[in-house]
Structures are given as C-alpha cells and as structure tokens.
C-alpha cells in the first residue's frame, strides 16, 4: 500500500516538474517539422489518428470501408499534418496575429496579419506551430472540416464521415473513441508547455482530464512521444509518465 502511495505522489511530483518544462526550444520550421514526423516517426506506422486510415509514402490515403465526406471530397485522397490545438487558437495570442508587425508588409507595400505575420515575426509562434508533439496525421476532409472547433461530447449528432466517428456540429468536434486519450494528452501537454501563452478553458481542462483517464496510452502512442523525444529534444510528461507506469516506455 505505502509503495503505491509512493509511487503515485512521485508520478505527481513529476507531472508538475515537466509541466515547468519548456516545449519546442529550436525547430521554427512547419514544413521541417512534418517531414520528421514523415520520414523519422511514421514510417512504419502510417494510419490517420482520428479514422485509422492508412496512408504511403506521398500521403496518399487509403479510406476505411464506410468513410464517406459530404465537402472537401478532393482533401479526402490525401492526409494533411493537423494541429490538434488548433493553431488558430494559440495564434490569436499573439500581437503579430491580431495587429499585424512593421515586418509584415507584401511586396505591393500592403501590411497583413493573421498566421503569415506571427510566423514572420514572432520567434514563439513559430516553435509552437512547429511542435510535432501537436501535430497528427489526419485524412484531408476530416482536417477541413475540424477547422479550428474546440471538443466537446456531441451525443445527439451522427457521425459525419460515415464509419468514421467523428462528429462536427455548431462549431464543435466530438472525435473517436481511438482519438480521445492522444487528444487528452497532447492538450495537456501544449498548456503545461506553453503556459500562460496558451491555456485551456475550465470546461476543456475538465474534459481533457476525463478523456486522459478513461483512455490509456497504448504501445504507438508510447512510441511517437519517444521518438519525438529524440528528434525535438523534449518530453511530453503526460504520455511519457504514463507509458512508463504501463510498461510501455
């Protein structure tokens, strides 16, 4: 009993000591970013987070048996990396977002703003963007349609992708089942890393700690954090405490 008391106040401890930790610290590039994560991390695991959809080496996709998309058909034949924390939603955050930067002028002298400027000109924005630990493979259409909604439960919606079960209705998003413990995790994660530049609403921390408990990590999911770990240099404390209580690290 004492050595699980003991255990579990040291899991604590350690959860709250990563969640000081920085996140991304070097890589500013998206596209650096999703090559990684293309060539480094899902080379012999190429399958869609929200729909188990497999996919090749050009990101072609092969559509479960039942998946079917009502818009955005042409996305649906390949899949595009998604922020799970929609970068819209940290973006905003940011000055450069909202107002714009000196910086961000086009080549007609014509000022703009939004994601082109925070990239331009802020160095933070572009290590967030950049976290591969928030971005997931996902089949084009499903991606479009997610845009940048919040999760949340939609019991009394059908799914819109025929067999796969994720539902989007009034500017929310209810994933699959076999999404929700990463989904849990990796918002745990962007908060505790980029705190207070990012955090997450009462509502959504409530969720997250629901989603994250009655969803364990499994084997792949314990073998992406690790391999990020490598390529990115840091930890996602949430994934990786949790692998190592299950055996899986």
Sequence with gaps: MYKKILLSLITVLAVVSGAQAAGNEWNESFNKAKKMLERQV??????????????????????????????????????????????????RTFAEWRDGNAQCVDNKGKPF???????????????????????YPAIGAVNAARSNYNYQMLPDEKPDFGS???????????PPVRARGQIARTYKYMAAAYGPRYQMSRQQTQLMDAWDKMYPVDAWECTRARRIKALQGNGNPFVELACQNAGLW
């Design 42 to 91: 899902y080379y012999d695991h190429r399958v869609t987070l929200y729909c188990g959809a497999v996919f090749d080496e050009k990101k072609n996709v092969t559509l479960p048996e039942g998946f079917t998309a009502a818009k955005h058909i042409k996305r649906a034949k390949k899949i595009e990396w998604e922020h799970v924390v929609p970068a819209e939603n940290f973006g």
């Design 113 to 135: 703003k939004g994601r082109k400027c925070a990239e331009k000109a802020n160095r933070v924005y572009r290590l967030m963007q950049a976290d591969m630990y928030n971005l």
């Design 164 to 174: 796969c079960g994720m539902k989007i209705s009034d500017r929310k998003a209810e």
